[in-house]
T-cell receptor, first 112, second 109 residues
Framework: NAGVTQTPKFQVLKTGQSMTLQCAQD?????MSWYRQDPGMGLRLIHY???????DQGEVPNGYNVSRSTTEDFPLRLLSAAPSQTSVYFC???????????FGQGTRLTVV | AQRVTQPEKLLSVFKGAPVELKCNYS??????LFWYVQYSRQRLQLLLR??SRESIKGFTADLNKGETSFHLKKPFAQEEDSAMYYC???????????FGKGTMLLVSP
């Protein structure tokens, strides 16, 4: 009963490096989303997808890319990491028609 | 634009005391509101949603459209309630959420 699985749990990057945060869900949910969590800022939506092949920007999309080739997977790419991207990243999935979101365990990213 | 406001960053109470975590929202239309809880270093999990009008772990929340509020209440706080609580509003027409900045609840023995 995995739900939403994120990898890795922790990552340290140097400024300018690229990486991909992985997210997979096994609930056949149409919607998948990425949020970043920062102290005093709550969670902010980065990108989301309403289904395979369809993605759109959220509140804070700059510096991030996403794609959705399958219903199950929704990776988040940092093309050139910056210290401002130091954060905890949460992936979530939800069924279309409801905003009740199921979250992954988070990825704690530090950019030095 | 829709917005969720949680005015308190930190709420500290003693065990057995009543708790009220405040949430106000700005939204044109019929809102769909949630409370999520995050225990230390764990994933967020749904606590309550206003449409189900349920009580989970002794917590309740009532939507007040006149005051645009969705405050979370519990009559007697327990130490295990210590966590970060987020109020969230469904984004219009989508299955994504706008979150408040969160309130840390600390319950002391």
């Amino acid at each position: 009963n995995a739900g939403v699985t994120q990898t890795p749990k922790f990552q340290v990057l140097k400024t300018g490096q690229s990486m991909t945060l992985q997210c997979a869900q096994d609930m056949n949910h149409e919607y998948m989303s990425w949020y970043r969590q920062d102290p005093g800022m709550g969670l902010r939506l980065i990108h989301y997808s309403v289904g395979a092949g369809i993605t759109d920007q959220g509140e804070v999309p700059n510096g991030y890319n996403v794609s959705r080739s399958t219903t199950e997977d929704f990776p988040l790419r940092l093309l050139s990491a910056a210290p401002s991207q130091t954060s905890v990243y949460f992936c979530a999935s939800s069924r279309q028609g409801t905003a009740e979101a199921f979250f992954g365990q988070g990825t704690r990213l530090t950019v030095v | 634009a829709q917005r969720v406001t949680q005015p308190e960053k930190l709420l500290s109470v003693f065990k057995g005391a009543p708790v009220e975590l405040k949430c106000n929202y700005s939204y044109s239309g019929s809102p769909e509101l949630f409370w999520y809880v995050q225990y230390s270093r764990q994933r967020l999990q749904l606590l309550l949603r206003h449409i189900s009008r349920e009580s989970i772990k002794g917590f309740t929340a009532d939507l007040n459209k006149g005051e645009t509020s969705f405050h979370l209440k519990k009559p007697f706080a327990q130490e295990e309630d210590s966590a970060m609580y987020y109020c969230a509003l469904r984004n219009s027409g989508y299955s994504t959420l706008t979150f408040g900045k969160g309130t840390m609840l600390l319950v002391s023995p």
